[in-house]
């Protein structure tokens, strides 16, 4: 083709180039926001819970949230619990009442190895508050700052927090359970806790793959990390609570092709140092006839 033919070309590409918006950077999270789907909702049904672990669940997050504790008094009579004794702000807490005609207890089963921490500080008088694992006192006592760390939990084991019944006012805050687990899978109607819960080790973006090497394939976060198993991936077609999805979009030319390349940039919210890039080819631009 000499020069003088290759204009018309040229504005023909040029045209193909800005009508996709190749030319710009293209973020996920701005055209397709429809598409964008919570990494935990369409995977949280009866018989199968996915609970994130990670640093930025925060204090009462995710699978230890006050709603998920097994509530229960010696007098048998246990009003509800009322969003008046959540109190919310920078340090979400529980506060017990004084109006307690019985030992209140708050039991939960633990998901994976570790151990768990909080502070309790009576507001108005301390009393001898029992904490228990397994129905067994532990030796681990409150600090006089109200800090407590429990000892080391295994998955299956029942921790449980006992408040006397007496005229004291308590305030439960910053719970946290620490673990090396990234998330667990819980599947409620197992008894055993090996089969209860699964615990999963590797990091949030260790589980971003692309399913095949197809042209326009999306990369995919795979909760449980068994890439066999599809039911439990989620598209990342925009960003969402766990991952920051971005994409750039460039014309380049493969074997005498003008093919669309699309390098996607994927980080963790949690922890942007955690992050991955990947160039994939999109799809392949219509030959355009001299």
């Known amino acids: 083709m000499n020069k003088s033919n290759q204009w018309p070309f040229r504005a023909i590409l040029l045209g193909l180039f800005l009508f ?8 996920a ?32 997050g995710g699978y230890f949230a006050p709603s998920r504790w097994l509530r229960t ?37 633990i998901p994976t190895a570790g151990y768990l921490s909080f502070r309790l500080l009576p507001i108005v008088a301390r009393e ?6 397994n129905g067994r006192n532990t030796f681990y006592q409150i600090r006089s700052d109200g800090l407590y760390y429990s000892p080391y939990l295994q998955a ?26 990234n998330a667990v899978i819980v599947r409620p109607e197992e008894t055993e806790p090996d089969r209860r819960y699964q615990p999963i080790e590797s990091g949030r973006i260790q589980r ?22 599809s039911y439990d991936q989620v598209e990342l077609r925009a960003s969402n609570e766990l991952f920051e999805v971005d994409y750039l979009d460039k014309v380049v030319e493969i074997d005498g092709f003008h093919v669309l390349q699309r390098t996607f940039t994927i980080r963790e919210r949690c922890s942007r140092g955690n992050w991955l890039r990947r160039s994939r080819e999109w799809f392949r631009l ?5």
Not at 85 to 91: P, R
Not at 128 to 133: D, E, G, L, M, T
Not at 210 to 224: H, K
Not at 286 to 290: G, Q, S, Y
């Open 20 to 27: 996709f918006g190749m030319g710009q950077s293209l973020f």
């Open 73 to 109: 008094s010696e007098g048998g009579e246990l009003d509800p619990l009322a969003e008046s004794n959540i109190e919310a702000g920078e340090n979400p807490s529980i506060v017990f009442d004084w109006e307690r005609t019985g030992v209140e207890t708050w039991s939960i089963e």
């Open 208 to 229: 971003v793959f692309f399913p095949d090497e197809l042209p326009g394939t999306w990369p995919v976060f795979d909760q449980d990390g068994d890439m066999l198993t």
């Open 156 to 181: 299956g084991d029942k921790f449980s927090l006992h408040i006397p019944a007496s005229g004291s006012t308590y305030r439960w805050s910053h719970l946290l359970f620490h673990t090396n687990s």
């Open 286 to 290: 219509p030959i355009i006839p001299e």
């Open 128 to 133: 001898a508050v029992r904490i228990s694992v």
């Open 29 to 60: 999270q701005l055209n397709l926001q429809e598409s964008s789907k919570s990494v935990k909702s369409p995977l949280h049904t009866d018989d199968y819970q996915y609970y994130d672990l990670a640093c930025d669940i925060g204090e009462w």
